[in-house]
């Protein structure tokens, strides 16, 4: 069993930033991907980005060059630095875990980002 927790969404101005923080705790399980996804309302669930324990990193077009995701390994924990923050980036941000690459996520329950305009 793999438990995720996120914290550091909250409200910010468009231009500004945020970071936030998710840790995963496994018993005897190794986490090989961590990632972030958003659901908007209204939309499906999407990938922001994701971090492998090898240290290959994917992020979606709309966040590059703005995100940061970055991991602590030792500590099985992931963070997502958002720079340059648009009112469209505005979503519920999930923290996912999987222990392998093809393995089914563990989420954790989420933490809310507003961007206003």
């Known amino acids: 069993q793999v438990q995720v927790v996120e914290s550091g969404g909250g409200l910010v101005q468009a231009g500004g930033s945020l970071r936030l923080s998710c840790a995963a705790s496994?018993?005897?399980?190794?986490?090989?991907?961590m990632g972030w996804y958003r659901q908007a309302p209204g939309e499906q669930r999407e990938l922001v980005a994701e971090?492998?324990?090898?240290?290959?990193?994917n992020y979606a077009e709309a966040v590059k060059g703005r995100f940061t995701i970055s991991r602590d390994n030792a500590k099985n924990t992931v963070y997502l630095q958002m720079n340059s923050l648009k009112p469209e980036d505005t979503a519920v941000y999930y923290c996912?875990?999987?222990?392998?690459?093809?393995?089914?996520?563990?989420w954790g329950q989420g933490t809310q980002v507003t961007v206003s305009s």
């Open positions: 996912a875990a999987r222990t392998g690459i093809y393995s089914p996520p563990y």
């Open positions: 496994s018993r005897g399980f190794s986490i090989n991907v």
């Open positions: 971090t492998t324990s090898g240290g290959r990193v």
